[in-house]
């Protein structure tokens, strides 16, 4: 454990020991040179992350892997596995140097080390979060980090793992609106007075409402997107908020199926990370907008609605089959009402009605009145 000071504050931090990682790779590695000593041919079993059958829901949790859920077993003499195989003894070896010496390398660090061996991008991202579910430790505890691709900005000051002081007040004299990348590592001794927070599905609509200081004008509040579907990060970084102001968590997306989703993987997780539900889902965001049924209240004009296509419609139908929308009455209402209707509408159609609409009388309105679901 490490001392560091904070605003002069001396602040006690508990250094994750890197032994125990250490350990569960040893014993893969061990278990691969037990099978060949015995002429057999080694094989790895991974948790299925890709199947809904191993899932189960719980309402304070979200979607969690089950223990006894299906496996895919990857075989060294396969030619369909084979090459798999070495994708993951590979990055395993990467992982262990990187615990070893205690250092930190992005999951684009990894291809770029061997490009001809992974072959994309996404190979590697994929593998990681096979070993990070096979060895049942979070990705941050192998010391693989995500090039963040979310934003935060508002009342809210943090210190990084490195011990790097962070302000995200809109007020800085450093940058106008002051919009931070969300870190790839922890943050720790976080100060807030915010009031709530609002997660924004899309950059456009969360740079306009920095535009307005929207963080100052109605009430203190974080901002935070993750642009579209959120990367583990952004996921990361609403759930510490959470855990530590336990304050509202507010969601601002489109009235389309697909904005409904992010603000689900936000709230109960997704299937391909279950087995890291504990640290990434916060069950309690609420729906602030944009509703189906604010589209009617507000008789936003027919132009700015748009009709849903087949794969909307598909996807609303594999939505409201949810597990979790069981528990959410009024969300299901307000997506039969969408299937209803046959039309969509992004937050800017509010624009439709009045330019500032948004940001001067829609979010304020909701908040001052609990519109949310």
Known sequence: SVNIYLYGRPIHINVIPFQEV??????????????LSKDEAPVLVLPNR??????????????QMTSGSSVTTVRSNCSSSVTKFGHILKVLSTIYKLVQSNVYATKRDIYYNDTQLFGSQRTVDSIVDDISCMLKVPRRRLHVLATSKGFISGDLCYLEEDSTKVDCHSNSTVNPTNTKYIPPTSQHHI???AKFVLIVEKDATFQKLLDYDFCTKLCPCIMITGKGVPDVNSRLMVRKLWDTLHIPIFALVDADPYGIEIMCIYKYGSVAMSFE???????????????????QRLRVPEDALIPLTQR???KLTSLLKRPYLACQPAWQREMEMMQRSKVKAEIQSLASIAPDFLSRVYLPNKLRYGGWI
């Open 312 to 314: 909307d419609q598909n």
């Open 277 to 295: 539900a504990h640290s990434l889902t916060v069950p309690s965001v609420m729906w602030l907008g944009l509703l189906p049924s604010d589209l």
């Open 191 to 193: 100060v807030s007075s």
């Open 22 to 35: 250490l350990i569960l790779i040893e014993k893969v590695i061990l278990e691969i040179v037990t099978s």
């Open 50 to 63: 890709s199947s809904w059958a191993n899932v189960s829901f719980d309402n304070a949790v979200g979607l």
